[in-house]
């Protein structure tokens, strides 16, 4: 079942502007993930926000994690061209071996 | 470097064949997993595995079976392929978590893409 709902479906932007994501879940969770996905290639994880955590950075990504809301962003800083890509949030829900994908934002940062 | 290695990019079968899918990770992961990717639908989780000869049902196993026979190796098997079938199969390992729900991040291969004629 679907539970990750990423907004919005699909994001242009000019390179060197930042991209902002969104991802809504139903369920209490024990961490958060984003993917990223080239196309025609499999997901490559970006990054993991625990639920006890608020806000996560790696390189140019920055993801908020709002329990309150079920709710999180990615925030793309200073895009680049190879940043075109899907990107997909995934929840695992306690007692759970699953992670449930959202249907991801398809992203193109324009040269 | 994690690998996960599907053992085909493209497949085509005709409909009524009998399909395997294999995948083959290299860091001792004991979860694997098979996902189906569908346009406007997302990934969606077939069935998984977190210990030799142990699966799981996802959410959509109809039609599809699994086998685990080494640690390293999850072969997801179309019994008798149908073209609702067509789709880009996905696999992906990862290291259990320290509890259950704890899940690590998913490492996959590059897809399977298969039709079915």
């Known amino acids: 079942s679907q539970q990750g709902e990423e907004d919005p479906q699909a994001l242009s932007i000019q390179e060197g502007e930042n991209a902002t994501m969104n991802c809504s879940y139903k369920?209490?969770?024990?961490?958060l993930q984003w993917y990223r996905q080239n196309s025609g290639r499999g997901l490559v994880h970006l990054i993991l926000?625990?639920?006890?955590?608020r806000e996560k950075h790696s390189g140019r990504l920055r993801v908020t994690l709002d329990t309150s809301k079920k709710s999180s962003s990615l925030l793309i800083t200073a895009s680049r061209a190879a940043d075109t890509a899907s990107y997909f949030c995934?929840?695992?829900?306690?007692?759970?071996?699953?992670?449930?994908f959202g249907k991801g934002t398809k992203l193109s940062v324009i040269p | 470097d994690v690998k996960v290695t599907q053992s085909s990019r493209y497949l085509v079968k005709r409909t009524g064949e009998k399909v395997f899918l294999e995948c083959v990770q290299d860091?001792?992961?004991?979860?694997m997993f098979w996902y189906r990717q569908d346009p406007g639908l997302g990934l969606r989780l077939i069935y998984f595995?977190?210990?030799?000869?142990?699966?799981e049902k996802g959410d959509i196993p109809e039609g599809y079976s699994v086998s685990r026979e080494k640690k390293e190796r999850f072969s997801l098997i179309l019994e008798s392929a149908s073209t609702n079938q067509t789709s880009m199969y996905l696999c992906?390992?990862?290291?259990?978590?320290?509890?259950?729900?704890?899940?690590?991040?998913?490492?996959f291969g590059d897809g399977t893409r298969l039709s079915i004629l």
């Open positions: 992906a390992s990862s290291t259990r978590g320290m509890t259950l729900g704890s899940n690590q991040p998913q490492h």
């Open positions: 369920t209490s969770i024990n961490n």
């Open positions: 926000i625990r639920s006890n955590e």
């Open positions: 995934a929840t695992d829900p306690p007692g759970s071996y699953q992670l449930t």
């Open positions: 860091m001792d992961h004991e979860n």
């Open positions: 595995s977190y210990d030799v000869k142990m699966k």
